[in-house]
């Protein structure tokens, strides 16, 4: 620690105490079997090395805002690395449930995007009413592969098809920035399908303010009294400035609009939850590292502010 710059890495304990707690997703098999370049199962641990300079603690530009009054932030560590892809989803559930169960909000870092119907099911196991927000470039709802396998391209197809999600009338699961270049139309229709379940929010139409909308759905959840998920498949960023992904996206989210997005989702009491998926540093390491540590920083002085705002 440089006591004149202090740093989200000298403030981050490694155990289960923090309010936001860090989680690694090491696995993409999941990416593996929707037929993806693999990689991302080390993107946890990159991701780690990259935080450790992430910052700074106290940020002049929200008026001195010093983190470490309002939040505690803590490192649980990685799933266990040696599991089958069932096994690690099993142990991810379990390890969201309980932290949700004890007021903690989960941020977990992927690894593939399979790990979002694992994480969502941790928060339906602990709420009443949900809603899913999916930031992604794809919908990520086909189907299981044969003999009922999760992948990355199935997580929110499983979600929906969940009965503790779809029986409940107030649940709402809404696809954010999705590109209708990536999206098979069969895909768009079974979604279409479960209206008003679902909703199709379309990059073409956010493109230049995805703020406003995003700030709107969170909005709608908080006056219904529903728990929230943001899901951030950061395949929905521009590859300029995050290539390391197994699908880059020509067009997309620029890295400004992704950090805002966190800093409003941190915001909010309602998200109980976030997932980043999809990151691989054996495609690209630095630059998508240093952005998506930026992200998870964005989530945390987010809240940090919400805090220091209502007291």
Known sequence: MISDDIRLGDIITEDDNGDIILL???YDEGVRRNNGRVGAKSGPNAFRQLLKRTGTVINAEYDDLDIRKYVKVSDGGNINENLSLEEAHQQLEERVTHLIRN?????????GNDQSYPNASGLLNNSKSIYVINIDAHLDVRPLKEGNKAHSGSPFRQLI???RFHRNPSNRFIEFASQGSQCSIEH??????????????WYQTIRDDPLTPFQSIIKSAEEQNCDIFVSFDIDSIISASCPGVSAPASVGLSAQQACDLAFIAGQSFHVKLMDMSEYNPIVEEYRTGKLITLIFYHFILGRAKAIRDSQ
């Open 24 to 26: 690694g997703f090491p």
């Open 103 to 111: 007021n903690k909000i989960p941020f977990v870092v992927g690894g």
């Open 161 to 163: 098809e969940d009965e």
């Open 188 to 201: 768009v229709n079974y979604l279409r399908s479960k209206s008003p379940l679902t909703n199709i929010i």
